[in-house]
């Protein structure tokens, strides 16, 4: 009893929130898997179980060549070494449970209910080990809550917010919305892979580079790279923020700045080169592997993701026209075009503040517009998304939302749709929630999203006395110009009415968000319903998932701009500048 009045309400609220996310992804896990009885190749599960037999009964210079014992046109292995060796650790518990699991040639296509628990395990315990701490350790020290920042605003009498800004989400609240996150729970918990490991691993080098601990921040992002090769979506933020803090500052000396970029050039050296070691004795070997991560004959898109190749590809087919390595050319081009305002940003003008916002840009460019792109690479952009969340909610909800939307043909696919609805109603309905206790405290009121729908109505209608001599001005000039004087009373009540919308663009902005977001919820729940009642033409038996597609391209495209225009309006950090006396000539 003593223990539990010691710990804080906020502290047993994410407690509680774990451990619901925690039973939530062990019913997911009750769930179909990706190929489950489905021969001869089945799925996304066989590949993870396959690697752990390769792994564990070849040598590992073989790992990634093709032999009698190794075909690499069965789930050939195909990500980087560090993968390579969690397979290794899995496929040696799994030989010690029952041999049968991973006996080399006989295990091809093994499934029982002993095999499935095991896998569902490693998964949980990656997620226990990695993601979730993770999650729990960044929103605890990397996020101010506004109303600190509000009171040192007070004491200094600076001018106070408007108030229909909404205060961000407190830490706890956060934790509940980034760990009930439906995508990852059914990505890596029922279509099934082991995406936390290297999410969690990125998110714990975020935190280093916020913390401003740079060191450590590339020890972790090298190892999420080498987990998955995937994670160059958000290699660029981290690169090019690493290099501007060695770039020396005014007041600050050419030498520290090179001995910083000698530091940080060297930990990504020797962490590759432990990882690696295996690997580069060979020349052969070690190009094999390099061969394998980057697989150009698979083409620009699988399925129908909801990028911007898959888009036009409805209109203009690009397999007619561009073989794959003229594709991959046209991919790179538009990709590192799409990625240069924000990374030119985060160079030339750096701030901390801007990092999580380029690394959403840079992982959504990626997966617009990059060669050989998945569905659930969605992921890649909905964690740095998760991590904005509480400077954002609104529309970090709204992207959270459609990036789930996107990947419905393939949870159906995988006989997911029960899962699917049941998560998503819990966290929309739980984001409902949180939201509203926010707002509550915000506004110290009862009434909590009302109360700020209602405070933003009248922002936008707000009489500001100080612009009413202006206002009236500019509406008897409109009256005269348009109606010769007649019907002044009405016609003057409507042009100051228009003028005082146009003077408050914060609350029309914001109003419009909220009037999109309804509408986009309504169009998506109205295709998802067509698309699991309603079977397509014969003529067009992929009508749903391209419509999806489409749908949802036009959504990230729109966020896109968002999140970059967030990012430009953000000044640049002169923290690090020292002051310099200038000697007067």
Request: a positive charge.
């Amino acid at each position: 009893m003593l223990l539990y009045c010691k710990i804080s309400s906020e502290i047993w609220l994410v407690i509680f929130s774990t451990i619901v996310a925690i039973l939530l992804r062990c019913c997911t896990s009750l769930h179909s898997y990706s190929g489950e009885g489905t021969p001869p190749m089945y799925g996304d599960y066989e590949a993870q179980r396959h690697w752990m037999e390769i792994t564990t009964n070849l040598h590992v210079t073989d790992w990634y060549q093709n032999t009698t014992d190794n075909h690499l046109n069965y789930w050939g292995l195909d990500y980087p070494p560090l993968t390579a060796y969690h397979m290794f650790l899995c496929g040696k518990v799994a030989n010690f449970i029952n041999e049968n699991f991973t006996k080399l040639h006989d295990s091809r296509g093994h499934e029982s209910e002993t095999h499935k628990l095991f896998m569902r395990y490693t998964v949980l315990l990656s997620d226990v080990a990695l993601f979730i701490p993770s999650i729990i350790i960044y929103y605890y020290t990397c996020i101010i809550p506004e109303n600190k920042q509000d009171n040192v605003k007070v004491k200094n009498h600076q001018k106070p917010k408007s108030n229909i800004k909404l205060t961000i989400i407190d830490s706890s609240l956060s934790v509940i919305l980034a760990l009930l996150y439906p995508g990852i729970i059914l990505i890596d918990h029922g279509h099934f892979q082991y995406n936390s490991i290297s999410l969690g691993l990125f998110i714990f080098a975020t935190i280093f580079i916020l913390h401003r601990k740079n060191i450590l921040a590339s020890v972790f992002f090298s190892l999420a790279l080498n987990y998955k090769q995937m994670e160059l979506y958000h290699s660029i933020p981290f690169f090019l923020y690493l290099l501007s803090i060695c770039v020396p500052k005014p007041g600050q000396g050419t030498i520290s700045g090179l001995f910083r970029l000698i530091k940080i050039g060297l930990t990504v050296i020797i962490t590759f080169t432990i990882i690696w070691l295996p690997f580069i004795f060979d020349l052969g070997v070690f190009l094999q592997v390099l061969h394998r991560q980057f697989p150009i004959a698979r083409g620009v898109f699988e399925d129908k993701v909801s990028n911007v190749w898959c888009a036009l590809n409805i209109f203009y087919k690009f397999k007619n026209h561009f073989d794959n390595h003229q594709m991959m050319r046209l991919c790179l081009f538009t990709t590192l075009s799409a990625i240069l305002p924000s990374s030119a940003d985060l160079f030339l003008r750096p701030n901390i503040k801007k990092f999580v916002l380029s690394l959403i840009n840079s992982s959504l460019a990626f997966f617009l517009f990059s060669f050989q792109v998945h569905e659930k690479t969605i992921l890649l952009v909905a964690i740095p998304v998760l991590l904005y969340f509480p400077y954002s909610p609104f529309v970090c909800l709204w992207f959270l939302y459609i990036s789930i939307f996107s990947m419905v043909p393939l949870i159906i696919k995988d006989k997911l749709l029960i899962a699917l609805i049941g998560l998503t109603v819990f966290y929309m309905i739980s984001s409902r929630i949180c939201l509203e206790h926010a707002v509550k405290n915000s506004f110290k009121t009862n009434t909590g999203l009302s109360e700020y729908y209602k405070r933003l109505i009248n922002a936008l209608f707000r009489n500001d006395p100080k612009n009413n001599a202006k206002i009236e001005a500019i509406a008897m000039f409109t009256c005269q110009r348009v109606l010769k004087n007649k019907n002044n009373a009405k016609i003057e009540t409507i042009a100051m009415t228009y003028q005082r919308v146009l003077k408050n663009k914060e609350a029309l902005f914001a109003l419009i968000l909220h009037l999109s977001l309804l509408f986009s919820v309504v169009g998506s729940i109205t295709l998802f319903l067509f698309s699991v009642i309603w079977e397509p033409p014969i003529k067009y038996p992929d009508l749903y998932p391209l419509l999806i597609s489409l749908y949802s391209c036009v959504h990230f495209l729109g966020f896109f701009v968002y999140f970059n225009v967030k990012q430009f309006s953000i000044p640049q950090e002169f923290d690090d500048i020292k002051y310099v006396k200038v000697k007067a000539s």
